[in-house]
T-cell receptor, first 110, second 116 residues
Framework: GENVEQHPSTLSVQEGDSAVIKCTYS??????FPWYKQELGKGPQLIIDIRSNVGEKKDQRIAVTLNKTAKHFSLHITETQPEDSAVYFC?????????WGAGTKLIIKP | DTAVSQTPKYLVTQMGNDKSIKCEQNLGHDTMYWYKQDSKKFLKIMFS???????INETVPNRFSPKSPDKAHLNLHINSLELGDSAVYFC???????????????FGAGSRLTVL
């Protein structure tokens, strides 16, 4: 079955710098790759997603890139701000459900 | 407010007890889910219902039983609670599951269960 690996588990960056979180997946049939942000005490919330017919998608300071050949996708956050501090999850669709990565705790240092 | 609402937000109980967590969504979605998040933040799907029909039933103990009286509600009942059941349980909903699972999930705020 599908396996999604996410790295790093913890990422600490200086405010204003960029952050990159990477995920790899195993099911070549996966076509949908969302990223969710979970703030403390809240449920995960979709921040951006990408489908396999595109290689990159941007939304203001957030971008996602997808390499279907290599089976990996990445989340890029530029000009990080304190409110970006959260746990980020990647996921990939497989067999009628989402398979989730283990999460990355992003810490923004002032 | 349009949302996924879970009650209770916190639940502290003794081992062996039976408890329920309720979930309601007013988004008009036809698929609802229960996820378990452990202390390491790992998200694990437990159940999924589409229009009151069970479509995903991952390997969870029989002590966990979901009940969907209508497509806006999905409750989780847990019998004979054990220490290992302590976790945060999230309800979520989405539009039709489609053919690829490519659905946007809206999560509730979570219910933190502590078993003593």
């Amino acid at each position: 079955g599908e396996n999604v690996e996410q790295h790093p588990s913890t990422l600490s960056v200086q405010e204003g710098d960029s952050a990159v979180i990477k995920c790899t997946y195993s099911d070549s049939a996966s076509n949908y790759f969302p990223w969710y942000k979970q703030e403390l005490g809240k449920g995960p919330q979709l921040i951006i997603d990408i489908r396999s017919n595109v290689g990159e998608k941007k939304d203001q300071r957030i971008a996602v890139t997808l390499n279907k050949t290599a089976k990996h996708f990445s989340l890029h956050i530029t000009e990080t701000q304190p409110e970006d501090s959260a746990v980020y999850f990647c996921a990939a669709d497989s067999n009628y459900q989402l398979i989730w990565g283990a999460g990355t705790k992003l810490i923004i240092k002032p | 407010d349009t949302a996924v609402s879970q009650t209770p937000k916190y639940l502290v109980t003794q081992m062996g007890n039976d408890k329920s967590i309720k979930c309601e969504q007013n988004l008009g979605h036809d698929t609802m889910y229960w996820y378990k998040q452990d202390s390491k933040k790992f998200l694990k799907i437990m159940f999924s219902y589409n229009n009151k029909e069970l479509i995903i039933n991952e390997t969870v103990p029989n002590r966990f039983s979901p009940k969907s009286p209508d497509k806006a509600h999905l409750n989780l009942h847990i019998n004979s609670l054990e220490l290992g059941d302590s976790a945060v349980y999230f309800c979520a909903s989405s539009h039709s599951r489609g053919k690829s699972g490519a659905n946007v999930l809206t999560f509730g705020a979570g219910s933190r269960l502590t078993v003593l």
